[in-house]
């Protein structure tokens, strides 16, 4: 697979695939993500999450340790992601590292950034549920009018870039979107899509304008955000493309995502096998 038509509108490298996974491998994993012990969770603010293939020492090592077969076996995800080639640069060509997070409806994170264990790549895995991605860039002044995970510099209300992410879809972000870009999701239980009006040459709504987004003006908005659908000409669910081009109300419900990316330094020690 290339991802070079998966480009997002807008970015410099993201790439945004619908149905990466299909539906009866993402019903098994949800499945095995339920079955998974409780001592295996994690719990920071607004949602819990695993840590899967070992832990990041404090001097960005990885204590590697064996991936749960759904991840490296079937569907093996792992395979899957070196195959699209986004990392063919990193020091072992595919993700070793997988954060697994629950949301539940209302639930999100702060904008932040990745940190520098990793090599510049991270591919987001979307299951259960849609979600909205909103990239971030810094401001120059002081002033920020959102909160930023662990503080920090300013960074600007706006989002840079925004992306609607549907269940079964992996985000890819490389370069400068994830080098000098914070990302986030909003904690809130439902996206608002507003279609704006289309308007003639005095700046007057026109009445007999159908929504249907055949120029780049007609992009969706997300209410409340100030931002627009970057990727709504990629998305494939049914329900979903007419809410975008006709406006409307997507409910979230819980989603689980998988954030796969590459420790660049690995210890020779090792801390478990399967």
Known sequence: MKISPFLVPGSEEVYYISNFVSNAEEEYLIRKVCESPKQKWKHPANRRLQVLGGEITPKNQLLSQ??????????????RLRETGAFRSSPHGGPNHVILNEYLPGQGIMPHEDGPAYFPVVATISLGSHTVFHYYKYRSDVNSDIPVEGGGRAVNSSPALSILLEPRSVVITMSSFYSSCLHGIQEIAEDVIAVPPRLDDNGHAQSDHIPGHQDEEDIPLL??????????????????????????VMKRCTRYSLTCRDVERVSRASIGKR
Request: glycine share 12%; charged share 20%.
């Open 66 to 79: 064996a991936m749960p077969a759904y991840i490296d076996s079937y569907p093996d995800i792992v395979t």
């Open 223 to 248: 209410a409340g955000v100030g931002s627009r659908v970057a990727n709504w000409k990629m998305i494939t669910g049914e329900n979903r493309r007419q809410i975008l081009d006709m406006g409307g």
